[in-house]
């Protein structure tokens, strides 16, 4: 079962622009994690943020943690082209153990 | 250099056949994961293993088969019985250390495309 779910599924913007990505989840976490994949490739772990945390940075990306809500955002400021890929949040989960759920991603698109 | 090696990265199967992918990790993390992901859309657990002899089914273990003999190892069969085998599969592994920011984060590995012909 996925618990997160991305919105916007796709997002198309021109380089130089913010992409803001967001997520949902349906139940009580330890932490939120943000993941990268490039077309075809593994994922890359990003950020995490934990459940008494807010807000967390790391060089050109922004994460929001509101678990009143139950989502998150993952803002990348100033994108590149290189920036495109898909984007993926994961729940750790307090009552599954020690799993990690993903949902079914934001796939960014970064134009020249 | 540390990491997930998964093999092979392409893959044909007819139909009927049995294929196994390896994964092999040379990160000392406890627990292994095996992910499905089809085209356009986010990963499904198949089964996990946090100790060596030892796995737990995931969401979609129905047609799939794992073993863990060792801690470095985690080989995914993809058995006949699986009716839809074409996806991407990815292995994954971490420390469950509990408390440390570490302990929480998945390695991946670079994936197996699996085809049915």
């Known amino acids: 079962s996925q618990q997160g779910e991305e919105d916007p599924q796709a997002l198309s913007i021109q380089e130089g622009e913010n992409a803001t990505m967001n997520c949902s989840y349906k139940?009580?976490?330890?932490?939120l994690q943000w993941y990268r994949q490039n077309s075809g490739r593994g994922l890359v772990h990003l950020i995490l943020i934990r459940s008494n945390e807010r807000e967390k940075h790391s060089g050109r990306l922004r994460v929001t943690l509101d678990t009143s809500k139950k989502s998150s955002s993952l803002l990348i400021t100033a994108s590149r082209a290189a920036d495109t890929a898909s984007y993926f949040c994961a729940t750790h989960d307090n009552n599954a153990g020690n799993m990690l759920t993903f949902g079914g991603g934001t796939r960014l698109m970064v134009k020249p | 250099d540390g990491g997930i090696t998964q093999s092979p990265k392409y893959l044909f199967r007819k139909e009927g056949q049995n294929v196994t992918l390896s994964c092999e990790q040379n990160l000392n993390h406890d627990a292994m994961y095996w992910y499905r992901q089809d085209p356009g859309q986010g990963l499904r657990l198949i089964y996990y293993s946090q100790i060596v002899n030892d796995f737990q089914k995931g969401d979609i273990a129905e047609g799939y088969s794992v073993s863990r003999e060792k801690k470095e190892s985690f080989p995914l069969t993809v058995t006949s019985a699986q009716k839809n085998p074409t996806a991407f599969y990815l292995c994954a592994s971490r420390f469950l250390t509990g408390g440390s920011t570490g302990a929480n984060v998945l390695t991946f590995g670079a994936g197996s495309r699996l085809t049915v012909l």
């Open positions: 139940t009580s976490i330890n932490n």
